[in-house]
């Protein structure tokens, strides 16, 4: 038969093993470190003490695998969010785009009998100007080499002296100005 003493021992050689003595105390049942004939053997202790270890590294590896898991499925989540944002953001630049492009080819060509185009003697085709009539225009002159002309290279661009239509770039009014 052990004697108190080494029972003790043994339980604090047990418990110091185990790492985890504020833990496995309830596990084990033990309320002290003082023993007496009601408590467990060493033996029986140490299977204790295994299975609770056993138990408690269970419990780590499930928490590791869920947080694991979790963490995938955030990742997941995360792509295809962005994934799909990136979608939004492309098909709004081409909406955009495809809007700004109908806009710009719907604008009306001026009407060169409109009383706006009558007043700066506006005409499609600048070699039909009278220069009679237009004495400052010369020769060569039009809209496309005009510094107020919009269109590049276009044959119908905007002015902006004649704002949402557009001239022709054959076209001359009285408000010309070379290009520099
Ligand atoms: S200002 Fe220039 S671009 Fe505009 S209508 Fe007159 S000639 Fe053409």
């Known amino acids: 038969m052990q004697s108190d003493k080494t029972n003790f021992e043994q339980r604090r050689k047990l418990l110091a093993l185990l790492g985890t003595g504020a833990v496995a105390l309830p596990v084990l049942g033990l309320t002290g470190c003082g023993g007496d004939d009601s408590s467990p053997t060493a033996a029986s202790l140490q299977d204790s003490a295994s299975d609770a270890a056993a138990a408690m590294e269970d419990t780590a590896e499930s928490a590791m695998e869920e947080a694991a898991t979790a963490a995938d499925t955030a990742g997941e989540a ?3 969010t962005m994934e799909a944002a990136e979608d939004v953001v492309e098909e709004t630049a081409e909406g955009a785009q ?25 005409r499609h085709d600048a070699t039909t100007i009278d220069t009679s009539a237009q004495p400052r225009y010369a020769a060569g002159q039009q809209c496309s080499n005009c510094a107020l002309w919009q269109g590049g290279d276009a044959e119908w661009g905007g002015c902006p002296l004649f704002a949402g239509q557009q001239v022709k770039a054959t076209g001359w009014c009285t408000a010309y100005n070379k290009a520099g």
Request: hydrophobic share 40%; proline share 0%; no cysteine.
């Open 78 to 80: 995360m792509t295809e």
């Open 98 to 122: 495809t809007i700004a492009s109908d806009a710009s080819s719907a604008m009306a060509k001026v009407d060169e009998n409109g009383a706006q185009a009558q007043g700066l003697g506006y």
